[in-house]
């Protein structure tokens, strides 16, 4: 009788190829232990991730922090965070757009004509099914008897804080959060994002103003919510902690005080805090990179500007910029 091996039917070879390791490139690569990440902080032009083959990624997007808008002004909102894990993306090269700073922007008050005090968005990739959008952060305005204000400059990522606008009545604004609504339908993606902070109801003009600060990552503005200086807190991500990634940033950063801010625990995205008269203190800038009043945002965490103080002309103060990070096991 013939010996049966199997061989036949293909049972005893295997004709396959062995997998193909994932690699990627782009950005500032950094080997920590079982981690490999890629840092991308440049905002004047959009960069690329080249990947060999698909791979679930763990991808942070942070757009850029809003900026204020001169005296008796609330504090810039932060730029909206999209978070996204076990998130699949496919071989070939994938646009990142990093969002730059709200600018901080002199009396008159910004219109439809000057945008750029709203924050920047951040993006990782250029097209559908990869895109995720991180909007940038609304702006910290002024007080409207003062000068004529666009209120729809105060709606970002995180909305901005107002400056000098009693609160409840009908000149009550506070900027809406737009980033919970973006990246519909992707589970593997949550966003962080709150609304700004309006002054109490009879708060004074000038020596006695006290501004709303901005929303933050982690919080901000509830219906009902108001006289806050304080910024919004920004939102931990564990496993993106200042320490590691400290060698990718900028030195304009500069990443010292960079590492500082966001910290072991990965804090990004704080609001801005809001201005005030020579009668109170400070507001003070969320945890995560929000500015104090008077300050910018910390560059690379999305946080947002310190509103101006009164008295004076000057102390307009920018966002900090934003920044993508992507991670996968090394």
């Not at 809003?66 to 076990?86: K, L, M, R």
Request: glycine share 26%.
């Amino acid at each position: 009788m013939p010996l049966f091996t199997g061989l036949k039917f293909g049972f005893g070879a295997f004709t396959g190829s062995a997998p193909v390791p994932f690699s990627a490139s782009g950005g500032t690569q950094i080997i920590d232990g079982a981690n490999t990440y890629h840092v991308f902080a440049d905002h004047a032009s959009p960069a690329t991730f080249v990947t060999n083959a698909s791979n679930e990624l763990e991808i942070l997007v942070v757009a850029g922090g809003g900026g204020n808008s001169g005296p008796i002004s609330g504090g810039g909102g932060a730029g909206g965070i999209a978070h996204a894990v076990n998130h699949t993306v496919a071989a070939g090269t994938h646009t990142i757009t990093v969002g730059g700073s709200g600018s901080g922007t002199a009396p008159p008050a910004p219109s439809p004509t000057h945008p750029q005090i709203v924050g920047g968005d951040s993006l990782f990739g250029a097209s559908s099914p990869y895109v995720i959008t991180a909007k940038g952060g609304g702006a910290g305005l002024m007080d409207a008897a003062t000068y004529p204000i666009d209120n729809a400059l105060m709606n970002g990522g995180s909305g901005g804080g107002n400056g000098d606008e009693p609160a409840p009545g009908p000149d009550t604004y506070y900027g809406v959060a737009t980033q919970p609504t973006q990246n519909p339908g992707i589970p593997t993606i949550t966003n962080y994002g709150n609304n700004g902070f309006v002054p109490a109801s009879g708060n004074a003009p000038a020596d006695n103003n006290k501004n709303g600060g901005g929303g933050g990552a982690g919080s901000g503005n509830s219906p009902g919510s108001q006289d806050n200086l304080t910024g919004g807190e920004g939102q931990p991500f564990s496993n993106f902690p200042g320490p590691v990634l400290e060698p990718a940033i900028p030195a304009d950063g500069p990443s010292t005080t960079w590492a500082t801010v966001v910290g072991p625990t990965g804090l990004f995205g704080g609001g801005g805090g809001g201005g005030t008269g020579p009668t109170y203190s400070n507001g003070v800038g969320g945890p995560g990179g929000g500015g104090n009043a008077g300050s910018p945002g910390t560059n690379y965490t999305g946080g947002g500007a310190g509103g101006c103080n009164y008295p004076g002309t000057a102390g307009e103060a920018d966002g900090g910029r934003g920044i993508v990070i992507i991670r996968y096991p090394t």
